[in-house]
């Protein structure tokens, strides 16, 4: 069966669908509104998986109006080529998406606030960045997913806090977003194409310039702010501790990994051939940016008491471990970051929705104020901690697949050294998520300390506090964290992964496949070697998280030697000090971080 | 020949003078208007790479063939940049406006409520 009808469906699918609810919204009334929502996501769900399917083992190119280019001719159209990863991203977009949509079934009372339609319209972004082949058009659906990010995250206008995260999160983005255009100006400039493969063929394997170089710095440097790395992720935590819980299921899940996916889209459809002599180099700078996210990331993890707060800066560790997989530059470290960036979206979704279930019923979202509240909610409870265990990436999840592989390319590669940084992120963001579950549903040890940033309360979502856990919220929450484990049963999947990564990183094929209308060869099945070493790695790296979860949360009982947990919890004050709340502080860091990998690719890649 | 590398230097400074106003700003407004700024400087850069010396506009209905015309591509880009960021201004500028009401402050050291 061909796909080609069904690809440009899950873009337009749901903004028709977000254009009819934003005008009819009011009139057929609450519930329609989820229905349709729901509906639509569901249907998009469905045409993601064909399209998947249609492009395993065959990418496909599909021109607008048929603007295809002709033999020996230039692309002058837009086209979306879609290969196994960039499907699997839209997959992924989806199925949160639906799960989002179902668990907000029972919060946000009113539709005056459009939050089905930007959930909508979020989707269809997030669909056309997966697939799209043109360096603009890839602009354009990044900057619709930020807008109506902008839009979710600041929903709840009678708080302050929101606005301000709404508004942080706006402004470091859009001067991300200013200095993509920069970078696709100039590299239109130099080539007179948008396509990736024109670009890439345009420029060729002839050694990078300053123009090129300046180009790839700040389209890097976009993508990289949207995928918040350290230290361009500042806006990360504060737009997730006040965004509504399902829209950071989407935030966490799948928004900030479409960055670090654009980042490789970019690198090896455009700048793998010209920048190939330096491809060590380039390897070195982003492996450092990657393990300072994770490090970061997994250390403020530790501090925060705010439970989305908290789960947010584990997306900032976990994201390091990501752009440590596309660092590589290997196709088997690549596929690594695919089966990563799908169990961590589904797992970290999950947790996310369980935050938004101990915010519906418990009201409050502080760690400290939460104490033993949670006694009697144990399916949340279980999901918590299976959810904890699944960010160590023990055995049943699919975190443990995506990161044997990324540490088998490292090992590979001499960079050994990799393996420690992904263990301390695990046990950090995991003994993070443990300590919370087992103060607030078992109510162990003493209270936790009040932070800075646990002070900020956020409204309930809802508006009485409920005896019950509504199933249409328990359902999407459990379905994300069993998904997390189930992709483990999709055969072959390290195999299919790396194949894909193979196609994804073939910038020869990838040209012809678009430009000449070739017909591009699945390179054969790859062989995965026995995860007998990442499963003893990451047990311990579970059971080191499950000792100082404990450690912290007994201290007193147990030792004095133990107050060293006091200070992960509370110390740290200079990194926290960083944070400060401030768009301004936060764009001078980008700024900062801007001008220190221009200075590093001036001097690394000339 | 210098003049060929106005419009980039232009463009630079714009940006980094853009940078400064959002770092330094004590007003959201203030603030967002320096965003603008520095997108000002995407349409100087975008103008300068259309940009031909001696070019006419690009509409081949009433010229003859062969006639120099700037870039009719730029033009397009620059709409939906602007198109883009119209939107990204007025969804700022609402935030700023609900800021004032709710908190009842548009100076970004004050509404400092998330930190740490």
Known sequence: MSITGFIPLPVAVPLMAAAFLAFAGRWIGRRACDLLAIATAGCNLALAIVILRGVWAQPQVYWFGNWWPRPGGVALGICFSIDAIGAAFALLASVLTTAA??????????????????????????????????????????????????????????????????????????????????????????????????????????????????????ITVGYLTKAAIVPFHFWLADAHAVAPSPVCVLFSGVMVELGIYAVARVYWTIFGGTLAAH???????????????????????????????????????????????????????????????LSHGLIKGGLFLCAGIVLHRLQKIGENHLHGCGCGMWWTAALF?????????????????????????????????????????????????????????????????????????????????????????????????????????????????????????????????????????????????????????????????????????????????????????????????????????????????????????????? | MLLNYLGYAVAAWVFLWGLYGIVTSKNLVHQVVCLAILQTSTYVLLLAIGFKTGGTAPIFADIPVGTVVVDPLMQALMLTDVVVEATVMALLLSMVVKANEVAGTVDPEELRILMG
């Open chain 1, 101 to 218: 949509l179902v668990f907000s079934w029972k919060i946000f009372e009113d539709t005056e606030n459009h939050f089905q339609p930007l959930m909508l319209i979020f989707m269809a972004a997030m669909c056309g960045f997966s697939y799209t082949g043109d360096l603009f058009n890839l602009f354009v659906f990044f900057e619709l997913m930020s807008v109506s990010a902008f839009a979710l995250c600041g929903l709840k206008t009678l708080e302050p806090a929101p606005l301000q995260g709404a508004f942080n999160f706006a402004i470091v983005n859009t001067v991300g977003a200013f200095m993509i255009v920069m970078g696709i100006g100039l590299l239109y400039a130099r080539t007179g194409a948008l396509n990736f493969a024109q670009v890439g063929r345009s420029l060729g394997n002839t050694p990078a310039d300053a123009l090129v170089l300046l180009a790839f710095l700040l």
């Open chain 1, 279 to 341: 491809a060590v180099e380039v390897r070195e700078i982003l492996l450092i940016l990657a393990a300072l996210c994770a490090v970061v990331g997994g250390l403020m993890c530790y501090t925060e008491h705010h439970l989305k707060r908290l789960l947010a800066f584990s997306t900032i560790s976990h994201a390091g471990l990501m752009l440590a997989g596309v660092a590589l530059l290997t196709s088997k470290a690549l596929g690594g970051f695919v089966i990563y960036v």
């Open chain 1, 385 to 606: 901690i299976v959810g904890a265990f699944g960010l160590a990436g023990i055995l049943p999840f699919g975190t443990l697949l995506g990161e044997s592989m990324i540490s088998e390319s490292a090992a590979q590669l001499r960079q050994s050294w990799l393996e420690y940084v992904f263990i301390f992120a695990e046990v950090f963001t995991a003994a993070a998520v443990l300590r919370a579950s087992f103060r607030i549903f078992f109510g162990w040890g003493d209270p936790a300390p009040t932070d800075e940033s646990s002070r900020v309360e956020e409204k309930p979502e809802t508006e009485a506090p409920r005896q019950r856990t509504p199933v249409a919220m328990l359902l999407p929450a459990a379905a994300l964290v069993l998904l997390g484990i189930a992709i483990c049963a999709v055969p072959q999947l390290r195999g299919s992964a790396e194949n894909a990564a193979k196609l994804f990183i073939d910038q020869p094929s990838y040209s012809r496949m678009v430009l000449d209308n070739a017909a591009i060869v699945a390179p054969a099945h790859a062989v995965s070697e026995s995860l007998t070493s990442s499963i003893a790695r990451s047990s311990i790296a579970g059971v080191l998280a499950a000792l100082l979860a404990l450690g912290s949360v007994f201290r007193k009982k147990l030792s004095p030697t133990l107050n060293f947990t006091r200070r992960l919890e509370l110390g740290n004050t200079w990194l926290r000090g960083l944070h400060s709340g401030h768009p301004g502080d936060y764009v001078a860091w980008l700024s900062f971080g801007t001008a220190c990998l221009g200075g590093l690719f001036a001097w690394l890649l000339r």
